[in-house]
């Protein structure tokens, strides 16, 4: 591998560990609220104005129903989100963002706005499409390897 292909691996690697870093400090701080990594995407999974089934949104997470449950529970517990029954079918329990919830919901996407800004800084519009074509491909290959 070549020094410039292996300082790009390194500073991927330092990048992600220092964004879920960051992202927790950012949000835990700003709101106040005892909330890890795990906590926060899932809140950011169930979305500001969605009611999601625990099926669908364990599939959207990808983990188990057994997992969703717990991270849920202790949701519910520290009051980020609530459960509700289907008014079409009672036996269908779904989920959806309290206030608090979708408070951390939003300073989420603060962050990530801010992240991208941060990324793409004043790069012109060609530079962007790098940047972009670039996550496309890492995208892929993360893809490629859940298969």
């Not at 997992?67 to 029954?85: A, D, I, P, Q, S």
């Not at 289907?86 to 979708?102: A, F, M, P, W, Y």
């Given at each position: 591998?070549?020094?410039v292909?292996?300082?790009?691996?390194q500073?991927?690697?330092?990048?992600f560990?220092?964004i879920?870093?960051?992202?927790?400090?950012?949000?835990?701080?700003?709101?106040?609220?005892?909330l890890?990594?795990?906590?926060?995407?899932?809140?950011?999974?169930?979305?500001?104005n969605h009611?999601?089934?625990?099926?669908?949104?364990a599939?959207?997470?990808?983990?188990?129903?057994?997992?969703?449950?717990?991270?849920?529970n202790?949701?519910?517990?520290?009051?980020?989100?609530e459960?509700?029954?289907?008014?079409?079918?009672?036996?269908?329990?779904?989920v959806?963002?309290?206030?608090?919830g979708?408070?951390?919901?939003?300073?989420?996407?603060f962050?990530?706005?801010?992240?991208?800004?941060?990324?793409?800084?004043?790069?012109?519009?060609?530079?962007?499409?790098?940047?972009?074509?670039?996550l496309?491909?890492?995208?892929d290959f993360?893809?490629?390897?859940h298969?």
């Amino acid at each position: 591998m070549s020094t410039v292909k292996y300082a790009i691996g390194q500073k991927l690697v330092e990048a992600f560990e220092g964004i879920l870093k960051t992202e927790n400090i950012f949000i835990v701080e700003r709101l106040d609220y005892d909330l890890s990594m795990t906590e926060i995407h899932t809140i950011a999974a169930i979305g500001k104005n969605h009611l999601w089934m625990m099926s669908k949104l364990a599939g959207q997470l990808h983990v188990t129903m057994g997992t969703l449950t717990v991270m849920v529970n202790n949701l519910v517990k520290k009051g980020f989100v609530e459960r509700y029954k289907s008014e079409k079918d009672r036996r269908i329990v779904e989920v959806g963002l309290t206030e608090s919830g979708r408070q951390v919901y939003d300073m989420h996407e603060f962050f990530h706005e801010n992240l991208v800004d941060a990324l793409i800084g004043d790069f012109d519009e060609g530079e962007q499409a790098v940047v972009s074509q670039a996550l496309k491909n890492l995208q892929d290959f993360i893809v490629k390897d859940h298969e």
